[in-house]
């Protein structure tokens, strides 16, 4: 039932609506003159006016402007004009002035049932889409607030890891600083060492996870700032080769670097786009997993592939991924028969290689082993670029902690050592690299910072100075977090024990 208003001078015209209207179901509401129709609308409300043009004091062009003036936003009563005119003008001026509808008068009732009905039915389809908009406004005004609340508690998020990160360093430099000062003393038994070495590793594979998941963390949001240039990738490969070998004493395995399709030399070069640091994360997360996935007496090959538009590494050992790791397996947390395995080392390998603009991609069968193809953008190698060592000019920047892991678990104590040459190296190398290093910090100069760190680093290894290494590992993850005065304050820590090694050279 719908509330119509008649708007109409002529007495018979409004009864004759007002009996037809109410036979229909309509309550009705009967004005003379549009005054009195005004009046009317200021406290009620109807849902269609049937409204006369020519009338006394306000005619109905007037009055329909009128109404259509007061009404609130996202109201909508339709006014039919009830006409004798006839001309295009006059009809014309009825839409003009806020008209929805025209009939002639006196109306058909059957022609007036109809337009009343579709213009009762667009005004519900009107307000229920008015309503809906409404209700949609108010929607998107709470996803805002809550989209608000949420990029706070993301960022106080992030501000409570950054001093996670700050604090849990405190205690770990504790930890690895007296377990090293501990491997040093040669009085302690070598079943006590053995316990301590892991507890030395282990101190450095957290300090590492705590500086590489800054990195992480910004490349799953897409923010990390890739910085790709130039470098060369056997170098890296053949660091990661010397680091793992350690590893393969007893296994009978071997690590075969394939070029041109033969094994690469020293004179080779493999030029590709990306960062040092990163490219070390992630391929010696992936060899180290092959060759831990290896059958002994086995070899682990990698083979270097140029391609047209972008450079292939593929990594091939004759173990097999288990069948049901195989659509997982660079799945976040996914891992399967790993003693300590957390599900993010071919996880995180995939997540830097898309970040460093190319991909990887893994097959395998328990005939033909597991193949992983690694992707990199096509780099070349520089005008006048002469090959180097990259351990002898500190080129290299290895991932901190599992660097350091391998080059501890590389120096047993009953290695020898010839400390002879490596403290003439120590000497003449550590001067100069405290004094650059000072001024990268200064400077806020990552890369070069980093290339003194691991000069350092490497140096002290062949002294076993673990006082010295621990704090370039340290140092290293201060910088690499952009933390400068957490850097500071460890660079002065690592001068001081540089100098009372010299002073004891």
């Known amino acids: 039932m719908a509330t119509i208003m008649v708007v109409d001078d002529d007495p018979v015209t409004r009864i004759f609506l007002d009996e037809w209207l109410r036979q229909e179901g309509h309550r009705v509401v009967l004005s003379a003159d549009g005054r009195e129709a005004l009046r009317f609308l200021d406290e009620n409300t109807c849902d269609l006016i049937l409204m006369d043009i020519q009338m006394p004091i306000m005619d109905g062009y007037q009055t329909t402007q009128q109404i259509k003036a007061r ?35 006196p109306p058909s009732p059957v022609l007036l049932k109809a337009r009343i009905q579709v213009w009762l039915q667009r005004t519900e389809l009107a307000n229920r889409l008015a309503h809906s908009h409404a209700e949609l406004r108010i929607a998107n005004q709470r996803l805002t607030s809550l989209n608000l609340e949420l990029r706070e508690a993301e960022k106080l998020q992030q501000d409570v890891d950054r ?3 700050h604090d849990l360093k405190t205690p770990l430099n504790s930890i690895t600083g007296y377990s090293a000062l501990l491997l040093d003393d040669r009085t302690i038994p070598s079943s006590q060492r053995e316990k301590i070495q892991i507890i030395y590793n282990s101190s450095i594979n957290v300090l590492h996870m705590i500086n590489l998941s800054l ?10 700032r890739c910085k790709a240039e130039q470098i060369d990738l056997l170098a890296i490969l053949r660091t990661i080769r010397l680091h793992l070998s350690p590893s393969l004493f007893g296994t009978g395995l071997t690590i075969r670097i394939i070029m041109n399709g033969r094994d690469a030399d020293e004179s080779d070069q493999f030029m590709v786009l990306a ?9 010696s997360n992936l060899i180290k997993n092959a060759v831990e996935a290896s059958p002994s007496n086995q070899v682990v090959t990698i083979t270097l592939i140029d391609g047209n538009d972008l450079n292939c590494l593929v990594i091939h050992n004759q173990g097999a991924v288990p069948i049901a790791m195989r659509d997982r397996f660079f799945e976040k947390y996914a891992t399967s028969g ?29 005939d033909a082993g597991t193949e992983l193809r690694v992707t990199f953008r096509k780099g070349t190698p520089p005008i006048g670029y002469e090959k180097a060592d990259p351990l002898e000019t500190g080129d290299f920047q290895p991932e901190p902690g599992r660097c350091v892991e391998a080059v501890v678990s590389h120096l047993p104590p009953a290695m020898p050592v010839n400390r002879g040459v490596a403290s003439v190296r120590f000497v003449d190398l550590a001067p100069q690299a405290v004094k650059v290093l000072r001024e990268a910090l200064a400077e806020q ?6 290339i003194e760190i691991e000069r350092l680093y490497q140096a002290a290894s062949e002294v076993r100075a673990k006082r010295v290494r621990t704090q370039a590992i340290r140092l290293k993850g201060s910088v690499e977090m952009g933390d400068w005065s957490e850097s500071q304050e460890a660079f002065e820590v690592l001068e001081r024990n540089v100098q009372r090694l010299l002073a004891e050279t």
């Open 275 to 283: 960062e040092t640091v990163m490219c070390y994360s992630m391929l």
């Open 71 to 105: 009404m609130r936003p996202g109201e909508n009563v339709p006014v039919i004009f009830l006409t004798s005119v006839q001309t295009d003008r006059e009809l014309a001026r009825c839409l003009e002035c806020g008209g929805d509808d025209f009939l002639n008068k």
């Open 163 to 165: 001093i996670v990160r």
């Open 445 to 450: 100069n990552v890369n070069r910072a980093l």
């Open 338 to 366: 790993k003693v300590g395995g957390t599900g993010l080392g071919t996880y995180s390998a995939r997540l830097i290689a898309r970040t460093l603009g190319g991909d990887i991609q893994m097959r395998s069968s328990e």
């Open 215 to 224: 990195g992480l963390f910004q490349m799953e949001r897409g923010e990390y």
